[in-house]
Structure formats: structure tokens, C-alpha cells
Nanobody, 119 residues
């Protein structure tokens, strides 16, 4: 079992920046991906960005050019740099670590960190 903890959320004005961090309690081995998801009140959980162990990345259209996902393997951490934040970015943000190996399945979620964009 792996404990996943998100941090870095807070209150910012439109156009501001935040850096979210996803920390794992221990190193993850094998083939996996780390994803950032968000969920606003009354809406479903949606993928924001993810990154594989091989550093392949993908982004939702609504964050392209504004957000960057990157990793720090030495600290078992993945970050989401969020720039040019908009009101509609307000949501709870969750980190997910998911196995891509069928023989060794796992799917870990953190408790989330709140991002509020407001004047």
C-alpha cells in the first residue's frame, strides 16, 4: 500500500499561479502513470494532466499552455505547475497513481487539495 498526499492548494486571484505536489510514501516500481484530476461541485471528476514513468505527458485542452506536469523521482513527487489560473479552475484537485501492468494492479488516490480562484 502507498500513501498519497497532495499539497499546495490555496486561494489565488485570476491570473495567479500555484504549484501542486503529489507525494508518495515510497518509491513506485514498474510501469505506472501519475495523474492530476479535479472535481468542482456538481461536476464529475476530470483528468487535468498525467505523466508516465517514461515522462510522456498529456494535458486536457482547457489547461494546455498554462499547466505543466513534472516529476522529482528523488522525492517520490510529481508536481503540477498551474499558471494563468482562471475562475473555472476552482476545484478540488486529486492525485492518482495507477499501475499500467496487468499482473500487478493498483490504483492509489490522495485526499485532495482545494484550489480556489477568486477576486
Amino acid at each position: 500500500q502507498v500513501r498519497v498526499v497532495e499539497s499546495g492548494g490555496g486561494l489565488v486571484q485570476p491570473g495567479g499561479s500555484l504549484r501542486l505536489s503529489c507525494a508518495a510514501s515510497r518509491s513506485i516500481f514498474g510501469l505506472y502513470r501519475v495523474g492530476w484530476y479535479r472535481q468542482a461541485p456538481g461536476r464529475g471528476r476530470e483528468l487535468v494532466a498525467d505523466i508516465t514513468r517514461g515522462d510522456n505527458t498529456r494535458y486536457a485542452d482547457f489547461v494546455k499552455g498554462r499547466f505543466t506536469i513534472f516529476r522529482d523521482n528523488a522525492q517520490n513527487t510529481v508536481h503540477l505547475q498551474m499558471n494563468q489560473l482562471r475562475l473555472e479552475d476552482t476545484a478540488a484537485y486529486y492525485c492518482n497513481i495507477k499501475s499500467m501492468v496487468p499482473d500487478r494492479p493498483y490504483d492509489y488516490w490522495g485526499q485532495g487539495t482545494q484550489v480556489t480562484v477568486s477576486w
